[in-house]
Nanobody
Framework: QVQLVESGGGLVQAGGSLRLSCAAS????????MGWFRQAPGKEREFVAA????????YYADSVKGRFTISRDNAKNTVYLQMDSLKPEDTAVYYC????????????????????WGQGTQVTVSS
């Protein structure tokens, strides 16, 4: 059974940093893309960042480019999202997701292509 478990959310002041973790288990994630999505109150879920499991390609939403960094540790089966220079508009529930990418680029992956999802972790940025 595939499990994605997020951790690391919390309350932080604007300009601060948080590091989210996503521990993956239950299968081999070769040729899988690992993504972070977020959903703010009253808004639709949106893409944040993604990384290939087997390669080091990354892809970011314009709203977080230059502030967030996605990385992974294959030995620990864990994906991270380092969030710096946080803004109040970054407040949301953050979800980790995994989807088979094959030869597709991360940019070509749609939200529906991510088949496994975590339960989410709350990030609140105060002004």
């Amino acid at each position: 059974q595939v499990q994605l478990v997020e951790s690391g959310g919390g309350l932080v002041q604007a300009g601060g940093s948080l590091r989210l973790s996503c521990a993956a288990s239950g299968r081999t994630f070769s040729n899988y893309a690992m993504g972070w999505f977020r959903q703010a109150p009253g808004k639709e879920r949106e893409f944040v960042a993604a990384i290939n499991w087997s390669f080091r390609n990354t892809y970011y939403a314009d709203s977080v480019k230059g502030r967030f960094t996605i990385s992974r540790d294959n030995a620990k089966n864990t994906v991270y999202l380092q969030m710096d220079s946080l803004k109040p508009e970054d407040t949301a529930v953050y979800y980790c997701a995994a989807g088979y990418s094959g030869l597709r680029s991360l940019r070509a992956m749609l939200e529906n292509d991510y088949e496994y999802w975590g339960q989410g972790t709350q990030v609140t940025v105060s002004s």
